[in-house]
């Protein structure tokens, strides 16, 4: 028996909306990734609680507009699937107003390139694919509850009408719905309750694929109901058996640290199911996200933490993203080799405009993350450094700025109201060549800034009550999580000037 245990998330940081295949002694996963590309980001493991990125579904940025795209709009709920040596990958793209694409692509490597995606109906949201026994392929989505459209052979597009199968069990937004056969019956797995506090997983079987469904008697089959525990936000879940016969549930959880935010966003938690006699399947012996479990019967297969990019190499790190499509012209990795070049550009971050936010995921609590920045200004409004990122509406950055002299700032974005914080001069042979940091412990940021990278100076600190929506809550309005890199503006001066990112250092704190 394994006596190795695991700790949940085993996704830790914006890792919402998880999808599960298994290929072999392999299993990949797909994210959502909402407004940031590239997009829809691809992970591999081979004992499914340690994972690595081996790449994203969308990188070219011909293939996906997310430039004029609202915060938390753009790719919601993706759903890797496997057939006959392709991977497929089907994702909803939330446009403008109520605007949607149900999308699909595939690919002969799990980690891509995959194919310009097709739009396979405007209806609904959360695309999952099912092939039953005699190859047929269907479109499973939500929207109201589960719904089924037949695909043509060649996966182009839709044949025949929408089949509406069933409307779960009642609760608010029945959604991200997946269709497994086993032992003679068709079971949907579906996500209800929101994607906030009450999210649950919920199932219904039949013996025909087009129902009646019969609604399982244990529902939901997997939520949380102790307000205090440390998960919280659980559901959204996706079923895959091991290679050795086991049976696992991947799905999506938050946890709160400010009150009940979960800054870091919605998080991928691994859970173990049980088939029962009477042929429903149990996740966790019903007693919900476990923080703590036994892990799989599946040899161990750790890979490393990226916590220092050098950006040494010819393509970014698989965990960097834009918030938005990039502008192809603004940023470079050869014109200065071993830098990552940000050219200013005339959108401040607050904007959707901005084209020049680069960040990595938050994954802990408590953690530093450190840069060495060259950076010239010398016009007004001239600015660039480290930034906490969560949306247009709210971050937090520390920046070398040129305002009436150079002067090193720090400006909060709360609830889309901006504040500078603090202001204080600088001299010109300190701005060649800076060290920025923060360092996050739970509730409390503090960023820092030094001359050397070893006398560092506080320059303030702030509350994580920054990570609030217009709305008022982030959990209700906006889906994504709190992300730290780095971004560059002009601010108006009128010109372009380079900003300098020698490297980048991300360290979880001892017990993270």
């Known amino acids: 028996?394994?006596?190795?245990?695991?700790?949940?998330?085993?996704?830790?940081?914006?890792?919402?909306?998880?999808?599960?295949?298994?290929?072999?002694?392999?299993?990949?996963?797909?994210?959502?990734?909402?407004?940031?590309?590239?997009?829809?980001?691809?992970?591999?493991?081979?004992?499914?609680?340690?994972?690595?990125?081996?790449?994203?579904?969308?990188?070219?940025?011909?293939?996906?507009?997310?430039?004029?795209?609202?915060?938390?709009?753009?790719?919601?709920?993706?759903?890797?699937?496997?057939?006959?040596?392709?991977?497929?990958?089907?994702?909803?793209?939330?446009?403008?107003?109520?605007?949607?694409?149900?999308?699909?692509?595939?690919?002969?490597?799990?980690?891509?390139?995959y194919s310009k995606p097709v739009t396979i109906n405007e209806e609904g949201l959360d695309p999952s694919l099912f092939i039953d026994d005699d190859g047929s392929r269907y479109m499973v989505f939500g929207g109201g509850g589960a719904k089924l459209l037949k695909l043509k052979d060649d996966m182009s597009g839709a044949e025949g009408e929408t089949v509406f199968l069933w409307p779960g069990t009642g609760k608010a937004s029945p959604e991200g719905p997946h269709i497994l056969k086993k032992d003679g019956y068709y079971y949907i797995i579906l996500a209800e309750g929101g994607t906030e506090y009450g999210h649950c997983v919920t199932t219904a079987r039949s013996r025909y694929l087009t129902g009646p469904y019969e609604s399982c008697p244990d529902n939901p089959v997997h939520t949380q109901t102790d307000p205090a525990a440390a998960i919280q936000r659980a559901g959204h879940g996706k079923l895959v058996q091991t290679q050795h016969g086991e049976?696992?549930?991947?799905?999506?959880?938050?946890?709160?640290?400010?009150?009940?935010?979960?800054?870091?966003?919605?998080?991928?938690?691994?859970?173990?199911?049980?088939?029962?006699?009477?042929?429903?399947?149990?996740?966790?012996?019903?007693?919900?996200?476990?923080?703590?479990?036994?892990?799989?019967?599946?040899?161990?297969?750790?890979?490393?933490?990226?916590?220092?990019?050098?950006?040494?190499?010819?393509?970014?790190?698989?965990?960097?993203?834009?918030?938005?499509?990039?502008?192809?012209?603004?940023?470079?990795?050869?014109?200065?080799?071993?830098?990552?070049?940000?050219?200013?550009?005339?959108?401040?971050?607050?904007?959707?405009?901005?084209?020049?936010?680069?960040?990595?995921?938050?994954?802990?609590?408590?953690y530093s993350a450190s840069m060495k920045l060259e950076f010239r200004p010398e016009r007004d409004g001239e600015e660039a450094g480290l930034v906490c990122y969560y949306d247009t509406r709210c971050f937090v950055k520390l920046c070398v700025a040129q305002d009436s002299g150079l002067k090193l700032k720090l400006i909060e974005r709360r609830a889309s109201v901006t504040r500078e914080l603090q202001s204080a001069a600088i001299g010109q042979t300190e701005a060649e060549a800076i060290y920025l940091q923060v360092r996050v412990d739970r509730e409390v940021r503090s960023f820092y800034y030094s001359g050397d990278n070893e006398n560092w100076v506080l320059a303030g600190r702030i509350g994580d009550a920054v990570f609030l929506s217009d709305e008022g809550t982030m959990e209700k309005k906006a889906f994504t999580g709190t992300m730290v890199g780095f971004y560059a503006v002009s601010g108006g001066s009128g010109r372009s000037i380079p900003a300098d990112i020698d490297w980048f250092h991300y360290v979880p704190a001892a017990g993270e």
């Open 1 to 113: 028996m394994n006596s190795r245990t695991y700790t949940n998330p085993i996704r830790p940081g914006f890792h919402p909306d998880p999808s599960i295949v298994r290929v072999g002694e392999d299993y990949y996963m797909v994210n959502s990734t909402f407004q940031f590309f590239p997009a829809i980001v691809i992970s591999h493991s081979r004992d499914l609680v340690h994972w690595e990125y081996i790449g994203h579904a969308i990188t070219e940025s011909d293939y996906i507009q997310l430039s004029d795209l609202p915060d938390s709009y753009g790719i919601w709920a993706p759903d890797i699937a496997y057939h006959e040596g392709t991977f497929y990958i089907m994702a909803t793209l939330r446009l403008h107003g109520s605007g949607r694409r149900n999308i699909l692509m595939h690919s002969d490597r799990p980690e891509g390139p």
């Open 247 to 366: 049976w696992w549930m991947v799905h999506l959880a938050g946890r709160p640290v400010a009150g009940n935010y979960c800054t870091l966003g919605r998080e991928t938690c691994l859970e173990p199911v049980r088939w029962t006699a009477d042929g429903w399947f149990e996740v966790n012996e019903g007693r919900g996200p476990s923080v703590t479990q036994r892990a799989p019967q599946l040899e161990e297969t750790v890979y490393p933490y990226p916590a220092l990019d050098d950006f040494d190499e010819s393509a970014l790190p698989l965990h960097w993203q834009f918030a938005r499509n990039p502008d192809e012209a603004k940023w470079s990795l050869t014109e200065r080799p071993g830098c990552v070049r940000l050219w200013t550009g005339e959108a401040d971050i607050d904007t959707i405009e901005a084209r020049n936010v680069l960040v990595r995921r938050e994954q802990h609590h408590r």
